[in-house]
């Protein structure tokens, strides 16, 4: 077992809440200026150069806002909704490396807060299902229709799409035979990145992950035009302020379980991190960073890419198209990994799978158009 | 008082809390929010005493599983004759008095059991966990300690939980069935002609 000193995790905690807080602050920054970019504006350029002190007059500002309660609401649980929401997000980062970790030497540090947790992944999946309750709890408590309709939203939203989350890491874990982070990393120094041998699993496990970070184009709970601003119409200054940071935690932890279960983690080809000499440490944290940054980088990219799904076609892409596929791609790895077969059969099985869906998909569905009729969702629009 | 102590001290307190709360509020949707806090702080209680599968398990499946409690609770109970569940004085004296049973067969149970306060050895040394014990538990392969009667009687000391769990499964997946074919909209026997409207 790996020894436990108070003091050494103590400041590990300290500085990962320090750097997750301002990543988190600074991915709002970024996450304007990206659109800014993409939408051929400047974005915000006032404070400080390039806008850079821009958030911290922001959180400056989410704290002195004057925070109203409003009348009509239950306050036991409009008050602690808020808490709850921060706090899974940011318990869920307990058990994902940020840094090099080696399973084989527990003496040296390990750049995880509690390192060599066997339910490791499961821990993850199980505290950030229930980030949702900040979601339910605050859309209920806000004693508002539009809350509580995002809130229910949110909950079918995350309730469908945990299974898919689930089903598609399946295989890497029968593969690393650990739920344990650290040891997938290490399947994977051995025989090189997951995202190479399970791409579909990969594919629907970023998909699934967007649905549960409440990202575009998967934002239904706060969807505007339709619900003023979701669960969170009630809420102002701080209490705003800390659903906004467990959504941010949320992302940057996904980000951090892409690179940690399909890049690699800290592993970088052609031998640059084998070693344990303090420049290959450095460069295996900036591997990882770096995988991490560009998958936080892919969300903004994403969110002003694609537009928003209907509800019913959110639905339909988790039920019908998800969790079958999962469920077939898991039974494929594990023949595959019953009779022993070679690591390349994983890959080919991945792509045939894909094509095949494709086409089976495209005989299946109607195109998701509104039909000349007016007809959305196959129903008379006059009676 | 080591840390280990305070941790459990707090976490039990908070539990034990919550469920109070659960039995005195009177709104249904409260009631599984209190549940929610309860089952979580169990769930810390597994994580605290080493169980730490156990204690994931609770969180995905029973708070998970709360979850759907609240949303059933809001939807059914959003307006209507159930929001407050006034309990009248027949049902407190009896939850009064199954609660206070229950209590004694626990607390009798608890202090007749002689704790020897050893821990089974993990089975990695480096790691705390014991999911390959659970395992190897459920599907036969390791001797389980509690063995049945009947088994050692016939000098058999394999226990499989196997066939016990595949039929709760079994049965689950009967339930959910049967519910998703209870709660199905019912149809209008005449349907409509498709694209009616212009």
Redesign the interface.
């Known amino acids: 077992m790996t020894p436990f000193h108070f003091w050494t995790t103590a400041i590990t905690i300290a500085v990962v809440l320090f750097v997750v807080l301002h990543v988190v602050a600074y991915m709002i920054l970024v996450e304007r200026k990206v659109s800014a970019w993409m939408q051929d504006r400047l974005g915000p350029n006032r404070v400080g150069p390039w806008g850079l002190l821009q958030p911290i007059v922001d959180g400056a500002k989410m704290f002195l806002k004057e925070d109203i309660i409003p009348s009509h609401v239950d306050k036991v649980f409009y008050i602690l909704a808020p808490g709850v929401a921060a706090f899974t997000a940011l318990v869920a980062l307990a058990v994902v490396p940020f840094g090099p970790t080696d399973p084989s030497q527990p003496e040296r540090y390990q750049f995880v807060i509690a390192p060599n947790i066997d339910i490791g992944i499961l821990w993850t999946f199980s505290t950030g299902s229930m980030a949702v309750y900040g979601v339910i709890l605050g859309g209920w408590s806000s004693n508002n229709k539009y809350s509580l309709l995002g809130s229910l939203r949110s909950s079918a939203q995350v309730i469908s799409y945990e299974i898919p989350l689930g089903l598609s890491v399946l295989g890497v874990i029968l593969y690393a035979g650990s739920l344990n982070l650290e040891r997938i990393i290490d399947w994977q120094v051995q025989h090189g990145w997951n995202a190479l041998y399970h791409p579909l699993a990969f594919l629907m496990f970023v998909t699934a992950a967007f649905a549960e970070c409440n990202r575009l184009p998967f934002d239904l709970p706060e969807c505007e035009q339709e619900l003023v601003g979701g669960y969170h119409t009630e809420y102002s200054s701080i209490k705003f302020g800390l659903f906004f940071l467990g959504e941010y935690t949320h992302m940057i932890t996904t980000s951090l379980l892409f690179a940690v279960l399909f890049c690699g983690g800290w592993h970088l080809p052609f031998g640059l991190t084998d070693g344990n000499e303090w420049y290959h440490t450095a460069l295996k944290l900036v591997s990882i960073l770096g995988k991490t940054a560009f998958f936080l980088f892919f969300y903004v990219w994403v969110r002003w890419t694609l537009p928003r799904f209907r509800f019913d076609q959110l639905m339909g892409i988790a039920w019908k198209l998800l969790i079958p596929l999962a469920t077939v791609n898991l039974v494929v790895v594990m023949v595959l990994r019953e009779y022993e077969a070679p690591l390349w059969a994983l890959t080919a099985a991945s792509v045939a799978l894909f094509v095949g869906a494709t086409a089976f998909a495209a005989r299946q569905t109607t195109p998701p158009v509104i039909r000349r009729t007016g007809n959305i969702h196959g129903l008379p629009t006059r009676v | 008082m080591t840390?280990t102590q305070f941790l459990f001290w707090t976490i039990a307190a908070l539990t034990g809390l919550s469920a109070i709360m659960v039995v005195l509020t009177q709104n249904i949707?409260?009631a599984a929010?209190w549940l929610?806090f309860t089952l979580?702080g169990t769930a810390g209680i597994y994580f605290l005493l080493g169980s730490?599968?156990i204690?994931?398990?609770q969180?995905?499946v029973y708070?998970?599983g709360t979850?759907?409690l609240?949303?059933f609770g809001?939807?059914l109970t959003?307006q209507g004759p159930f929001v407050n569940m006034k309990a009248g004085a027949g049902d407190w004296a009896v939850s009064l008095i199954v609660g206070v049973a229950l209590y004694a067969v626990l607390a009798v149970s608890t202090l007749l059991t002689a704790w020897t306060g050893e821990y089974p050895e993990?089975v990695d040394?480096?790691?705390?966990?014991n999911?390959i014990v659970l395992g190897q538990a459920l599907t036969g392969i390791r001797e389980v300690q509690p063995r049945t009667v009947l088994a050692a009687q016939r000098g058999y000391t394999r226990v499989s939980y196997i066939l016990p769990f595949e039929i709760v499964s079994v049965h689950l997946v009967v339930v959910l069935v049967g519910a998703a074919y209870l709660a199905r909209a019912r149809r209008r026997t005449s349907r409509?002609?498709?694209?009616?409207?212009?």
């Open positions: 840390l949707v409260r929010a929610l979580a730490d599968f204690g994931a398990t969180l995905i708070v998970g979850l759907v609240v949303v809001v939807m959003a993990p040394e480096r790691s705390s966990a999911v409509m002609p498709e694209g009616v409207g212009g």
